[in-house]
């Protein structure tokens, strides 16, 4: 029997730094499961093209002309739930980060990372659904804690310990397939506790229940300061 063939993953590219953005585009159509759609060069630029193309993945950039890709970030998940949006910005610093995830990027990325280790980042994005490596992990915890995030604990009954575990695990950036591994189960059975933890958190997607946790006090401080 034939293996099933992988989805190939359409990537929109959301940078003004013409070098910068074609440097990316020739280095991610050098890979078979990915194919760069479409590019464009600001925000109102990456929301047409958004709803036109239908990306599986927005590679955005936050300093764009006309309009912030913070901006167009928060507009696009108005508008189109669905869409993914990765940052991949040369600004690392907590406010940034947390102002990005809280606009509802998917992820977030250093434009300083290594060529290979962003083609990686992007594929274990496509199947998990989150890219926010440990550093800027411990940077989003920090940034909620300077704002004062962080209400009354959860109901810890809601999740079973092996979920409040698996939560643990995506605040430390662990893919599915890492934390299957810490489990000692599947892929499948750690996608099933994901799907739970998404219900009970009444969130849609890693990223937000990963800030749910650090709100909620799920994630506590001691776990995040191995990040």
């Known amino acids: 029997m034939a293996a099933a063939k992988k989805k190939q993953i359409n990537v929109l590219i959301a940078d003004d730094q013409t070098l910068f953005r074609e440097g990316i585009k020739d280095l991610l159509e050098a890979e078979k499961e990915i194919c760069v759609i479409g590019e464009a060069v600001d925000g109102q630029d990456v929301l047409r093209m958004a709803k036109k193309l239908k990306p599986d993945v927005i590679l955005m950039d936050i300093k764009l002309p006309h309009l912030d890709g913070i901006s ?28 990005a995830i809280q606009a509802g990027a998917n992820g977030y990325l250093s434009k300083m990372l290594p060529a ?62 890492e934390i299957a591994a810490q489990l000692g189960c599947s892929v499948k059975t750690v996608k099933n506790h994901l799907n739970s933890i998404f219900q009970k958190l009444n969130v849609s997607n890693r990223t937000e229940a990963v800030v749910k946790g650090i709100e909620t006090g799920l994630i506590s401080a001691e776990e995040s300061r191995s990040l």
């Open 72 to 99: 167009a970030t928060r507009q696009i998940r108005t508008e189109m739930p669905a869409t993914n949006i990765l940052i991949l910005s040369s600004f690392e610093d907590e406010a940034h980060v947390l102002e």
């Open 116 to 177: 290979s280790e962003l083609v990686r980042a992007l594929k274990t994005f496509a199947t998990d659904g989150v890219m926010i490596p440990q550093s800027v992990m411990g940077k989003l915890l920090q940034g909620l804690r300077s704002k004062g995030a962080g209400g009354p604990e959860a109901n810890l009954t809601a999740l079973t310990k092996t979920e409040i575990r698996v939560l643990s695990f995506l605040g430390r950036g662990l893919s599915n397939k």
